[in-house]
């Protein structure tokens, strides 16, 4: 069975500094994977998502990840981060399940604090 | 605009007393998916559907039931809801390619407390 692992429950880090939110999934067969972003008191947004192509994949404010199969990992990175990024994130795999259906399974999500 | 519309945002029941929650898109899209949250636990699926009439269970599907009549409907059912059911729920929406699906669009959630 498919599994996302966010190895990071929480990440404070100061603003303007750089960030990385690591996601590692478990799957046997191709898998298009994604990041999703939650504000306090709201629901999710897709942030970024690989589907095919360039490994490399990026958002339009400024988060970026990287698709490494060999490592089955998708992890998250911001150069310089905002207080308003104040959030949590939730990496997302979508795989094939066993009855042929499509299934998305989420990590247990990524709270990062942005402090002044 | 396109969106997902569930209803209600807050619900408190009792045990036992049968509940629906609706959910509604305006995308046509075919793949469509109920989760709920819980602190700690991130998104877990419970059921899904990839088209009309074509339902499956996703990972926590004990307790909650689904239907797909129409393309843009995906409404969820618990016909005798327990405390354990309190929890926060989201359904999302989502154009299906090869490989699956394309990306959800959520609505703004369902917080149901069971007393």
């Known amino acids: 069975a498919q599994s996302v692992t966010q190895l990071d429950s929480q990440v404070p880090v100061f603003e303007e500094a750089p960030v990385e939110l690591r996601c590692n999934y478990s799957?046997?067969?191709?898998?298009?994977l994604f990041w999703y972003v939650q504000y306090p008191n709201q629901g999710l947004q897709l942030l970024l998502k690989?589907?095919?192509?360039?490994?490399l994949v990026k958002s339009i404010n400024g988060f970026e990840a990287e698709f490494n199969k060999s490592q089955t990992s998708f992890h998250l990175r911001k150069p310089s981060v905002h207080i308003s990024d104040t959030a949590e994130y939730f990496c997302a795999v979508s795989d094939q399940g066993d009855t042929g259906g499509f299934k998305t399974i989420f990590g247990a999500g990524t709270r990062l604090f942005v402090k002044a | 605009e396109a969106q997902v519309t569930q209803n209600p945002r807050y619900l408190i029941t009792v045990t036992g007393k049968k509940l629906t929650v609706t959910c509604s898109q305006n995308m046509n899209h075919e793949y469509m998916s109920w989760y709920r949250q819980d602190p700690g636990l991130g998104l877990r699926q419970i059921y899904y559907s990839m088209n009309v009439e074509v339902t499956d269970k996703g990972d926590v599907p004990e307790g909650y039931k689904v239907s797909r009549k129409e393309k843009r409907n995906f409404p969820l059912i618990l016909e005798s809801p327990s405390p354990n059911q309190t929890s926060l729920y989201f359904c999302a929406s989502s154009l299906l390619r090869t490989g699956g699906n394309y990306g959800y669009t959520f609505g703004s959630g369902t917080r149901l407390t069971v007393v």
């Open positions: 799957s046997s067969v191709s898998v298009y």
């Open positions: 690989y589907l095919s192509g360039s490994t």
